[in-house]
């Protein structure tokens, strides 16, 4: 086995290799205007690292999200277009089980990344494994009650300290953790999400409701 994981849904270009005993080669770089510009050379700059082909990948691994629209479709359609070529599986992870999953918390907690417009993605989780609701998109004191006395990771959640006393790193997912998990979950049995996106909401753009009609003379 050798899994691919990718992930664009947060600020973090993240790439990692799994041989499906451990993370074999990851790197990880943080700028939220690059996404599209960076993720190809982070894999091909890993694969050589690693002393391996593209071709040797029998498994693609992508962040599902939740995630704002321009970054996350970055990473899933890369996934789709590597699935395709390569005729691999392509299994998804949501993003945010992947920060959990990086944690070493000891019980309940919540995962909770910037969502942007002053909102957050978030999920509560039991332990590192184990998700229990979410993912959602809320403003932070929308959540308060909920999530009062649990700590909690990601940026999301250390950019709003009223609501999450408690956060601290991870800011970002790793696509080590992704990669990871993924292959637990399929040396278990399990079956991965099929890699579509979690948008929560709908994307910024939006089709004009009146525009000039311009008829040929």
């Known amino acids: 086995m050798l899994l691919l994981a990718l992930d664009t849904a947060t600020p973090a270009i993240t ?7 451990a993370v074999i080669a990851s790197s990880t770089q943080v ?39 321009t970054g996350l479709r970055v990473g899933l359609m890369t996934a789709d277009t590597f699935g395709l070529a390569l005729g691999v599986p392509v299994y998804g992870v949501c993003t945010l089980d992947g ?8 019980g309940p907690f919540v995962v909770a990344t910037d969502a942007r417009r002053k909102e957050v993605y978030w999920a509560r989780y039991a332990d590192s494994r184990t998700r229990v609701t979410g993912p959602s998109v809320d403003r932070p004191a929308d959540i308060a009650d909920e999530v009062a006395g649990l700590p909690a990771v990601g940026a999301g959640a250390l950019l709003y300290p009223d609501t999450f006393p408690q956060a601290h790193e991870p800011q970002h997912v790793s696509a080590a953790a992704l990669a990871s998990l993924a292959a637990e979950r399929l040396a278990a049995g399990e079956e991965l999400p099929a890699p579509r996106p979690l948008y929560l909401r709908r994307p910024d753009a939006q089709v004009p409701k009146s525009y000039k009609v311009v008829t040929p003379k």
């Open 31 to 69: 700028d939220a205007r690059r996404h599209g510009e960076l993720l190809l050379p982070a894999v091909d700059r890993l694969l050589a690292e690693a002393g391996l082909g593209l071709d040797a990948v029998t498994g693609i691994v992508a962040g599902i999200g939740p995630g704002p629209y």
């Open 15 to 21: 790439v990692a290799l799994h041989d499906g005993t």
């Open 99 to 106: 920060l959990a999953y990086a944690t070493d918390i000891d």
